[in-house]
Each structure stands twice: as C-alpha cells, then as structure tokens.
C-alpha cells in the first residue's frame, strides 16, 4: 500500500528546461515532505522539505509546491542542467513517539539532455 | 553521507545463511534506520531505533531482525537470507529535536542472495 504517489516514472528535459514531478499522499496526518535525489551508486541524498504550514518553499533552482486540499506537493527544477540527471524521491513522514520513518514515493528517473 | 558508514558495500550469499550488515554513524544522532531499495518500489522501512535496544518494526520488517548496543551502531540480520531479500539496503540517521524529520543517508551494501 504505496502511501506516497509518484509520477511521471521518467522524464527527459531539454538543458535549460523545467522539470516538473508530481506527488500525492492520502494521509492527512502527514507533515513533512522531503525531496530526495540519488545518483547512481550513491544514497538518496536530501535536496528540499516542505511542511503543510506553507505553500511554497525556494531553494536555488529547486522549488517545492505544495496544496494541501488536493493532499499533493511537486518539485519544480527551473534552468535544468545535465547534471541534475538523476532519480529524485519524494517522501512524506508524520511526527509520533518513535522516530520519522519515511514513506516514500517509487521515484522519478529524470534525464536532462545537453 | 553525513558521517555514516555502511559495511559491506557489497555482499554475495546463498539462499539460508545468515547474513549481517552493519550501520556506523559518527554523529550520535539518536535515530537509525534500515530501508531496502528495489526497482519500482523506492525505498521501503524495514526496522528502526529510536536509541539503544530500543527497535521498531518497518512496514517490510518479515525476515529481518535488528539489534542497536551502542548507539553509534545499528545491524541489520537476515536471519535465513532468500532469493527476495537480494536488494540494496540503506542506513539513515536522524537526530533528537527539531532535526527529528531529516534524514541522511549511507551510501548504501548491495546484497546478492543466490
């Protein structure tokens, strides 16, 4: 029972495009939501989180937007470049008395072209 | 990887031998926990710790045991390994406070159960 939609499963993005991957949770006790990007070899590694108080959150070319009624939150990767070719997680957790355990969505294979 | 190392990186086995893998952080971070990451499913919480003999069962936990003496020090066992635990397992730490949420990944021991 995948608490963490995800799609598109792939994507290819011109270099200097905008890449858009989308993510849907039904848990409304759900309070933070991560962005993860892993590199092949590599561990997923944090890019951007969000909690529900805000609609919005900027870091750099990485945006995170988030609707809390419709219960989903995009990552938006604005100029993309070769190098952010990767797969990007995202993720959502609720706060209780024995830890964050994430639940994650299956991810999104992104390939920028030069 | 935020100061965590995972051990082996790399592991061959046959189907019904026990099998080991250790998690060593150097943050004393409260937190640890163990995902396994297969294609199509991202990743998926098999145990966690919030300190010292204190464990949790994860959503994929059948199969797996976990044991935390130290916190610096979290393993993960396959008590008789199969064919369906051959997958690429992952540690991650978080800390006590309002860190709790953000978790940071090991680089990953990608196990071969034959």
């Known amino acids: 029972q995948q608490q963490v939609k995800q799609s598109p499963q792939s994507l290819i993005v011109q270099k200097g495009g905008i890449s858009i991957i989308n993510c849907a949770y039904e848990n409304t006790a759900f309070d933070y939501f991560p962005w993860y990007q892993q590199f092949p070899g590599k561990g997923p590694a944090l890019l951007i989180a969000i909690r529900p108080d805000v609609s919005e959150k900027k870091e750099g070319r990485f945006t995170i937007s988030f609707n809390k009624s419709a219960k989903q939150f995009s990552l938006h990767i604005m100029d993309s470049q070769p190098g952010d070719s990767a797969t990007y997680f995202c993720?959502?957790?609720?706060?209780?008395?024995?830890?964050?355990?994430?639940?994650f969505g299956k991810g999104t294979s992104l390939l920028v072209t030069p | 990887d935020a100061g965590i190392t995972q051990s082996p990186r790399h592991k061959v086995t046959e189907t019904g031998t026990p099998v080991t893998l250790r998690c060593h952080q150097t943050e004393n971070h409260r937190y640890m926990y163990w995902y396994r990451q297969d294609p199509g499913h991202g990743l998926r919480l098999i145990h966690y710790s919030y300190g010292v003999k204190d464990t949790d069962k994860g959503e994929v936990s059948d199969g797996y045991s976990v044991s935390r003496s130290k916190t610096e020090d979290f393993l993960l066992t396959l008590e008789s390994a199969t064919s369906s635990q051959t997958s690429v397992y992952f540690c991650?730490?978080?800390?006590?406070?309002?860190?709790?949420?953000?978790?940071?990944f090991g680089p990953g021991t990608r196990l071969l159960v034959l």
């Open positions: 991650a730490i978080s800390e006590e406070g309002s860190g709790k949420e953000t978790q940071y």
């Open positions: 993720a959502a957790s609720s706060r209780g008395n024995s830890g964050y355990a994430l639940n």
